[in-house]
């Protein structure tokens, strides 16, 4: 049974060798000349106004992280529509605590500000 696994693993080994490998070389064989030129910050051919490091307000990680996890959990709802029939009634009691349990969190997050945007 396991065998059926293992060029996946050979992959992923190699893929993941081969990226410390082009990585570390980059590292020790690149060219380093840093300069005060190189690491000033670049807009558009315009002299930057400012730091080139702004800080950015939690908020917009926030509503990017809760937007990807329910995007997430809605893709569960492409496989259990396509095999609701075979499921039956254990699919639907299922299907419905799954979206109580995303309704609770979706609440949850509305309740404390998470989706307020000024």
């Given at each position: 049974?396991?065998?059926?696994?293992?060029?996946?693993?050979?992959?992923?080994?190699?893929?993941?060798?081969?990226?410390?490998?082009?990585?570390?070389?980059?590292?020790?064989?690149?060219?380093?000349?840093?300069?005060?030129?190189?690491?000033?910050?670049?807009?558009?051919?315009?002299?930057?106004?400012?730091?080139?490091?702004?800080?950015?307000?939690?908020?917009?990680?926030?509503?990017?992280?809760?937007f990807?996890?329910?995007?997430?959990?809605?893709?569960?709802?492409?496989?259990?529509?396509?095999?609701?029939?075979?499921?039956?009634?254990?699919?639907?009691?299922?299907?419905?605590?799954?979206?109580?349990?995303?309704?609770?969190?979706?609440?949850?997050?509305?309740?404390?500000g998470?989706?307020?945007?000024d």
């Amino acid at each position: 049974m396991l065998n059926n696994y293992l060029p996946i693993a050979v992959l992923v080994i190699m893929a993941t060798g081969l990226a410390f490998m082009v990585v570390f070389l980059g590292h020790t064989i690149g060219p380093r000349r840093p300069s005060a030129r190189k690491s000033a910050p670049y807009e558009s051919g315009m002299q930057p106004i400012g730091p080139g490091t702004r800080q950015m307000p939690v908020r917009y990680y926030l509503v990017a992280v809760l937007f990807i996890l329910f995007d997430i959990e809605v893709i569960f709802f492409l496989p259990w529509a396509v095999v609701f029939r075979q499921l039956g009634l254990f699919g639907l009691i299922e299907m419905f605590i799954f979206i109580i349990i995303l309704l609770i969190g979706y609440i949850y997050a509305w309740r404390m500000g998470a989706l307020e945007w000024d």
